[in-house]
């Protein structure tokens, strides 16, 4: 994904601006990567990374393949250009079948909670929805227990432990695993053995009218400025701490809005 | 509203005119006390758009027997019609079974908006109707308008910078689906008078892929902050986690609770569920105390519906000086404990 601290929305189109924006991996992803890879170390088989993004995306895999990933596969075209989630998850979910197709049964396919660009968490449930496999959001652990997968999870007040037949999609909680480092045989691995593959449409075989913008329910019609609440602002500098409490005190117990909140701090009510 | 040209979309979208559906929905998630608040705040933008269009309300609930009784709340805070599906399968929620009754039910009545509440519960289960659907959804929305000419809905949502909304429709395909954190629409009154119909259905849920195994409810004795009238909160200016413990002094002579900013949270010293942003919590406190909090826009994103904000940083050219109520330019370590000092003088007196 584009880095988003740098990001600019271009007001005609309604699009993300990427020229010169670098190409960073979605930090919630790690987290997902990071559990593919324990998995992986704990119960076998072979992790593979998949992105849909345009060629900068191809940064992302060589820093996941330093990881420890044992393969990548990036979802490249114009065609894939303006999606939203509906078509994202749709390039995702055909990938996946795709690449069943060329190395065998995938068991579980994991995501990060949500990105911290436009942040949906849409995703998940999306490629969930088109594959038809059991889904669940929010994982912090995860273990394979009799060809199932385990799962807890935290939501509001409660843990939750879940039980999922594979294969399986999961989405995994926002700092919920620490991402290991990249290492110097990882980089040579990602340089000599080139371990990925870039995909076309043409390859997918895709309708072009499902994918891109084309596929996308969603448009963005206009960006605007969020309009600003009006604020008192008044800035004081105190002389010394006491002079701050009180003008401060003073201040709120002459608003109306707070008056009453202090007056019953102070002698209960 | 323009006719859909079949040829046009794509193959998988099953190809209908936008003028075939009516209604604005919102789906009801139910939690152990009945119906979850965060969904009948959604009965708020339901009525503003509803209103707009010229068309019902219509609140849908997903429940296990005896579910039916929750109908008239959903009526009496603004609902015309709630339609009720009651299984046993509906005990437990899990996305995907209680997904696909909302996908049946949109199946046969075509309305052509349906809102969720953006809930841990509501992300999961939002974006899997709307795919099942083939339709779109615009996610964490904070406003909603209705387009004149093209009766489409705009679904109005702040992406990453925060400061900016994109206004985002759904020209081709309905229903249109939208999601609104909690607390960024307030509850609508519980008006005893007002009437509405009751609709049962009869739909029969898929059985469940996943299995819930067990749950345990994490004991939580603190208000949460989307509920204090009172907050205050740290960023990373408190410099350790010491500073939490002398605005959790101030917070308890003021009857509030302790939140913070996403820095303090990413430092581990204070805990997810109290960050308060874009993506974190809104809150909608009477008093925000920022303690150390520079005032980014995905901040000060969760707190517009506070009433009063103060600032206390000894930077006076930090953006939030401009975007509090009250400022003052101090340091916090000196500042905090002699409010605590005079607070507690006042008490006595
Ligand atoms: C201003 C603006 C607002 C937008 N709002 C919406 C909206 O409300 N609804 C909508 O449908 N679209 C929206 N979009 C489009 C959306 O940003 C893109 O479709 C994007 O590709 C999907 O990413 P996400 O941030 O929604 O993903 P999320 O669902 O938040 O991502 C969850 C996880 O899915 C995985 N994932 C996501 N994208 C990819 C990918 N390309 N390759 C591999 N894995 C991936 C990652 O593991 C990620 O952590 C918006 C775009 C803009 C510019
Ligand atoms: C997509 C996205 C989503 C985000 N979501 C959120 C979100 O939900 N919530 C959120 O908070 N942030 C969010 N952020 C991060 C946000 O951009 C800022 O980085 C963050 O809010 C800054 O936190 P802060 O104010 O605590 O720290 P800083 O910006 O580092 O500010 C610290 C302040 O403390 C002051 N200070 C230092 N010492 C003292 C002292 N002794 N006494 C008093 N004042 C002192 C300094 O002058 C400074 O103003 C998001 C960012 C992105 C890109």
């Known amino acids: 994904m584009p880095n988003t601290q740098a990001v600019r929305i271009d007001p005609k189109t309604g699009t993300l601006i990427r020229q010169g924006v670098p190409s960073i991996i979605n930090p919630p992803d790690l987290a997902a990567v990071e559990l593919a890879l324990r998995l992986r170390d704990q119960y076998g088989g072979e992790v593979i990374a998949v992105t849909m993004g345009p060629p900068p995306a191809l940064k992302g895999l060589e820093h996941l393949i330093g990881m420890g990933v044992d393969y990548g596969y990036m979802f490249s075209d114009r065609a894939f250009a303006g999606a939203d989630t509906l078509a994202t998850s749709y390039v995702l979910s055909e990938g996946i079948k795709y690449i069943e197709r060329e190395r065998g049964r995938v068991d579980l396919a994991l995501f990060g909670q949500e990105t911290i660009d436009s942040s949906t968490a849409h995703i998940g449930a999306q490629v969930a929805s088109w594959l038809q496999w059991p889904y669940v959001y929010y994982v912090r652990k995860a273990a394979i227990s009799d060809g199932r997968l385990v799962v807890e999870r935290t939501v509001e007040n409660y843990i939750e432990t879940y039980e999922l037949p594979l294969p399986a999609v999961a989405s995994v909680a926002i700092r919920a695993f620490k991402p290991r480092e990249v290492t110097l045989s990882g980089k040579l691995r990602f340089k000599r053995e080139r371990p990925y593959k870039i995909v076309s449409n043409k390859d997918l075989g895709l309708d072009p009218r499902c994918v891109g913008l084309k596929g996308s329910p969603t448009i963005v019609a206009k960006v605007t400025y969020l309009?600003?609440?009006p604020r008192r602002a008044e800035v004081y500098r105190p002389r010394d701490p006491r002079d701050g409490a009180r003008w401060l005190l003073r201040k709120l117990l002459t608003d109306s809005e707070t008056r009453d909140l202090i007056l019953k701090a102070l002698w209960g009510g | 509203m323009g006719r859909v040209d079949c040829e046009k979309i794509c193959s998988l979208w099953p190809c209908e005119q936008p003028e075939e559906f009516r209604n604005v929905w919102v789906v009801a998630e139910l939690d152990e006390r009945g119906i979850s608040e965060a969904s009948l705040q959604m009965l708020t933008p339901a009525r503003r758009?509803?209103?707009?269009?010229?068309?019902?309300?219509?609140?849908v609930i997903a429940g296990p027997p005896g579910a039916s009784r929750l109908a008239g709340e959903m009526i009496e805070r603004?609902?015309?019609?709630?339609?009720?599906?009651?299984?046993?399968r509906l005990s437990e929620y899990y996305p995907d079974v209680v997904g696909s009754v909302i996908v049946e039910l949109s199946l046969k009545y075509k309305p052509s908006v349906i809102l969720f509440a953006a809930t841990a519960r509501g992300r999961e289960m939002a974006p899997y109707v709307?795919?099942?659907?083939?339709?779109?959804?615009t996610a964490d929305c904070t406003d909603f308008d209705v387009d004149p000419k093209t009766k489409d809905v705009l679904l109005i949502r702040p992406p990453f910078?925060?400061?900016?909304?994109?206004y985002i429709r759904t020209p081709f395909r309905r229903p249109q689906i939208g999601t609104a954190r909690p607390n960024v629409f307030p509850l609508p009154e519980r008006r005893q008078e007002r009437q509405g119909r009751i609709v049962r259905e009869e739909v029969e849920p898929p059985e469940p892929m996943t299995r819930l195994v067990n749950r345990v409810k994490i004991p939580r004795s603190e208000v949460p902050i989307e509920k204090a009238e009172v907050i205050v909160s740290g960023g990373r200016g408190l410099g350790s986690p010491e500073g939490f413990r002398i605005l959790e002094e101030l917070a308890q002579l003021l009857g509030g609770v302790i939140a913070g900013s996403r820095k303090a949270v990413d430092a581990g010293w204070i805990p997810p569920e109290r960050q308060v942003g874009q993506t974190g919590k809104s809150v909608k406190p009477i008093l925000y105390i920022a303690v150390g909090i520079s005032g980014s826009a995905q901040h000060m994103v969760g707190v517009r519906e506070a009433r009063r904000i103060v600032a206390v940083n000894i930077d006076e050219n930090a953006p939030i000086m401009r975007q509090a109520d009250y400022a003052l330019v101090a340091d916090y370590r000196e500042v905090i404990p002699a409010l605590i000092e005079e607070l507690r003088r006042l008490k006595e007196e």
């Not at chain 2, 758009?49 to 609140?59: M, N, Q, T, Y």
């Not at chain 2, 603004?78 to 046993?88: K, L, S, T, Y």
């Not at chain 2, 910078?161 to 994109?166: D, E, G, K, V, Y």
């Open chain 2, 161 to 166: 910078s925060a400061i900016m909304l994109a």
């Open chain 2, 49 to 59: 758009i509803a209103d707009k269009l010229g068309e019902d309300v219509v609140g």
């Open chain 2, 78 to 88: 603004g609902a015309d019609e709630v339609i009720v599906v009651e299984h046993e």
């Open chain 1, 227 to 229: 309009p600003e609440i």
């Open chain 2, 130 to 137: 709307a795919n099942t659907l083939k339709t779109g959804i």
